[in-house]
């Protein structure tokens, strides 16, 4: 029955007594048997459940002696969001935070065999009492877009908030235990929190700042010993300590031995994540034992704001262990609407194709969940660094007491859970809502808004921060965008978050030709932007019917939750690409589909590598750009969207594209005054010597038409350096007379010891313009996963799909300019070449008619 995925029915716990709990809808007697909550329209139809009440209950024997323990409490990690908690009828606690810890004391209550309830209230009735409640002002939003189908006052309850729906997600608000559950029965005192922070001294020696913290159930002080080992380090301390009673806490300063030889953890592509096995044994007075294992990483980071040489404002840039890092990579949103079904394998699957596309970061997004502990334990091991967003999102908050105090509760839970993760660079207060305010998106009235900066204020500096300030191992900035340090100076809140001289830009254009490199802001820091797409028609017909495969369906209008957005994607190809004609509804429908995902690729390509080219220039006072953090890595469910992984993982072609546009060393061609420019990009660490190779082919031909090589071009470490400049009119003459239309360019570059770059391309015209361009034959011969492509023409954008079988190509969506090509194909899970050969389809531009 699929009522328990649909109310987050998560009791993954430790303790198996308290698992499998009735889940039922108060006052009755039913349930319905629910199909894929995912399938058609149903994110419509079941939209009662969350409107109704419910409760979770079940009966559980103790399995130890109760008269034995001081203590026993009754913990939630997660609850999902409004409930009352009862045992044996008593009420034990109440619950409002869906990303707070709960602790109940039931040792007077806890008998030999108890019954368990957890009674919901419907988040969307809490959420619409909550805002009534609040009559000195209005706290907008009131409601999303109606494109989107969502419910209205999110901003009111403090749960995951793009579960009452978003520009590219379904409204799904769902009540449940979403994390593990447990009783925690103990004597004298307990072990809540353990935390490592490493610092690097003048001294240029590192340390370990431990913290402990506990509760403690003796009435009077408890004293003992702790022990630190890190044997491959050869530390090993022992402190005396003592613990008062109530929540006591320990901090530790463990100095690394001297003479031990410090591996720091580097981001991907960087450098080793190594980390350091450690144990700490706390022995106290009343003979209770604690031995916690944990891993020890060191590196450093600092968010560097600093005055920059020829232009106006601040550098923002990120340094790790002393090193400037360009930052690489997407922005996180929750996986699935059903937290249950994020499995460890899901996130891996998810994460891994981040650094498989040489990402280095992610940003977690402020209207999504702070992640599973799994999700942050792969990010360490994977150099995978996460700008890590408080989560609100879009929208003005209340900040009356009970409110404040939830959201500290959180705050502090959350830091104290997450700060040892080495991949955390930085705490991010919110997303949008400095420039929600600054920009006015809602419409205030002027003389009102000094309530709404107040509140801001409140909110975000004088509770949030003042509660990451303890966190002394990683920066904090307010908001995203922001102008970070000149914010600040403004009050907290900027005229304009928005300004390329400081901070961090989100920028988004659906209107003008993605093409065009000049329509991109020449910021410091790009941490969103993007374009949408297509999932491809095997991740759609898992959740759709036959009447629902076409381009302008009800199943295809329902699913687009941005406003205008099929349209928009419609303009955008039609700038370059011809649309389909074919009469075959399904095969219009899969073109239509292929087309957009060319065009998300090949827009993000463009402004991508414009801000990896702009990193070591400035240019009218703009420049020294030092991130790129695209417009979705994930999908939550089978919809079009920015992503560039489907729901379920499958790579779209803007997946294939960023790992060549993020590759270590890369090629980048843009026009600008009639002359071809092409820069060198290196995040390698050392300046190369390299030579570039310039091809030129007429469309009709997979002969070159003329080719350049140029030795000894200098491409110095961690930049982006000219290595190329050539007036297209030159260009086109010396190779025998081509013209923009029917030409081609691309280019690679080569260095010694096998370093070699993705071939890059350089369009001379729109593909839709282009003459020469023919119907290719593109086939292929299987040897067991590798492709042998071979072509009779030039083919753009060669895109292999195998349908539903799970898996990568090490590249796809490619311009063929040779007769044969070698194309890997990896697995996730087992398959045969004649489910591959069955499942094959290879698209290229030209089969779209």
């Known amino acids: 029955m699929k009522t328990s995925v649909i109310l987050q029915g998560y009791w993954r716990s430790h303790f198996p007594f308290l698992q499998d709990f009735v889940v039922g809808m108060l006052f009755s007697l039913t349930l319905t048997v629910l199909k894929d909550p995912y399938y058609r329209f149903n994110d419509v139809m079941y939209r009662w459940i969350s409107l109704d009440n419910w409760t979770y209950s079940r009966t559980f024997k103790t399995p130890f002696d109760v008269r034995k323990w001081q203590k026993v409490n009754l913990v939630f990690e997660g609850v999902d969001t409004v409930a009352q908690i009862l ?62 189908k969502g419910e209205c006052h999110a901003n009111f309850i403090r749960k995951e908030q793009c579960s009452f729906s978003w520009d590219w997600g379904p409204s799904f608000p ?54 630190v080992s890190i044997p491959k380090l050869q530390t090993q301390q022992t402190y005396s300590v003592k613990l008062q009673p109530g929540e006591g806490s320990i901090v530790l300063l463990v100095n690394i031995n001297e003479n031990a030889t410090v591996e720091t953890w580097w981001p991907n592509g960087h450098g080793k994540q190594t980390g350091y096995n450690m144990t700490t044994v706390f022995i106290m007075e009343a003979g209770y034992k604690i031995e916690k294992f944990s891993k020890a990483y060191f590196r450093t ?108 509760a959180e705050v502090t839970h959350q830091i104290r859970r997450l700060k040892s993760h080495p991949s955390i660079i930085l705490w991010s207060g919110n997303n949008e809502n400095e420039a929600a305010i600054a920009s006015n998106w809602f419409s205030v009235p002027y ?32 908001s995203s965008p922001t102008n970070g340090l000149e914010s600040v100076k403004e009050g907290w809140l900027s005229q304009n978050p928005y300004d390329t001289h400081y901070g961090d830009t989100h920028f988004y254009d659906y209107s003008n030709d993605c093409w065009d490199w000049t329509l991109y802001p020449k910021t410091r820091f790009a941490s969103e932007y993007g374009f949408q797409s297509w999932p491809s028609f095997s991740t759609l017909e898992k959740v759709s019917s036959a009447e629902d495969w076409s381009y302008t369906s009800n199943f295809s209008l329902h699913r687009q939750h941005h406003e205008n957005g099929n349209d928009e994607m419609i303009q955008q190809i039609e700038r370059h690409f011809k649309l389909p004609q074919s009469t075959n509804p399904i095969k219009k429908f899969k073109d239509m589909i292929y087309l957009t995902q060319v065009m998300q690729a090949q827009c993000v390509k463009t402004e991508t590598e414009f801000y990896r080219f702009s990193q070591s220039e400035i240019i009218k006072g703009e420049g020294h750009t030092m991130g790129a953090l695209y417009w979705q890595l994930n999908d939550i469910w089978q919809a079009p969207s920015w992503a560039s992984l489907e729901y379920g993982g499958k790579w779209k072609l803007l997946h294939y594209f960023a790992q060549n546009f993020f590759a270590p060393l890369l090629p980048v061609a843009y026009e600008d005054g009639g ?5 060198g990009v290196s995040d390698l660490h050392t300046d190369r010597q390299l030579t570039l190779g310039v091809t030129v082919h007429t469309w009709s031909s997979l002969e070159p038409v003329c080719s350049l090589v140029k030795d000894d071009v200098t491409v110095k470490a961690q930049s982006a350096v000219p290595i190329y400049k050539e007036p297209i009119s030159d260009l086109l003459r010396r190779c025998r007379n081509c013209t923009r239309k029917s030409c081609v360019v691309t280019f690679y570059l080569v260095g010694e010891g096998g370093l070699r770059s993705p071939t890059n391309h350089h369009f001379l015209s729109s593909l839709k313009d282009a003459v020469g361009l023919e119907k290719t034959h593109v ?32 590249e796809n969506g490619f311009l063929m300019t040779k007769k044969r090509k070698l194309v890997v194909f990896y697995p996730w899970e087992p398959t045969t070449v004649e489910e591959l050969e069955k499942s094959l389809s290879l698209t290229s531009l030209m089969d779209v008619v």
Not at 209 to 224: A, T, W
Request: net charge negative.
């Open 675 to 679: 002359a071809l420019y092409i820069y």
């Open 174 to 227: 769902t009540q449940g235990i979403w994390k593990d559950v447990r009783i925690e029965a103990y004597n004298h005192y307990h072990l809540i929190y353990f935390t490592l922070t490493p610092f690097f001294g003048n001294a240029q020696q590192w340390s370990l700042e431990i913290e402990s913290i506990f509760d403690v159930v003796s009435s009077k002080p408890v004293s003992g010993l702790v022990t």
């Open 87 to 148: 045992i044996n009828n008593i009420t034990v606690g109440r619950t409002d935070n869906m990303f707070s810890r709960y602790s109940f004391d039931i040792t007077s209550i806890i008998k030999e065999v108890n019954f368990v309830e957890v009674r919901f209230l419907s988040a969307i009735s809490y959420a619409a009492e909550q805002s009534r409640c609040h009559t000195a002002y209005s706290i907008p939003p009131a409601c999303p877009p109606p494109v989107q």
């Open 447 to 478: 003389a009102d808004r000094e309530v709404y900066v107040r509140d801001y204020v409140m909110l975000y500096v004088k509770n949030i921060r003042e509660i990451v300030l303890e966190d002394k191992s990683r920066p904090f900035i307010a």
């Open 301 to 408: 980071v600092e968010l560097v704001q600093e005055p920059i040489s020829g232009s106006p404002g601040l550098s923002f840039y990120f340094r790790i262990n002393g090193r400037p890092i360009f930052i690489k990579g997407s922005n996180w949103i929750p996986a699935d609407s059903f937290q249950d079904r994020v499995t460890y394998d899901t996130l891996r699957l998810l994460l891994k194709s981040a650094a498989d596309a040489n990402m280095n970061a992610l940003r977690v997004w402020g209207g999504g969940v702070y992640e599973q502990d799994e999700f942050y334990d792969i990010c360490d091991e994977l150099g995978i660094m996460i700008w890590q967003d408080f989560m609100f999102a879009c929208a003005l908050y209340p900040t009356d007491q009970n409110y404040l105090e939830s959201i500290r």
């Open 779 to 810: 086939s292929q011969q299987d040897s067991i996963y590798i492709f042998d492509l071979q072509t009779t023409a030039i083919a753009p954008f060669v895109s292999l799909d195998v349908g539903s079988i799970k898996g990568r190509f090490n």
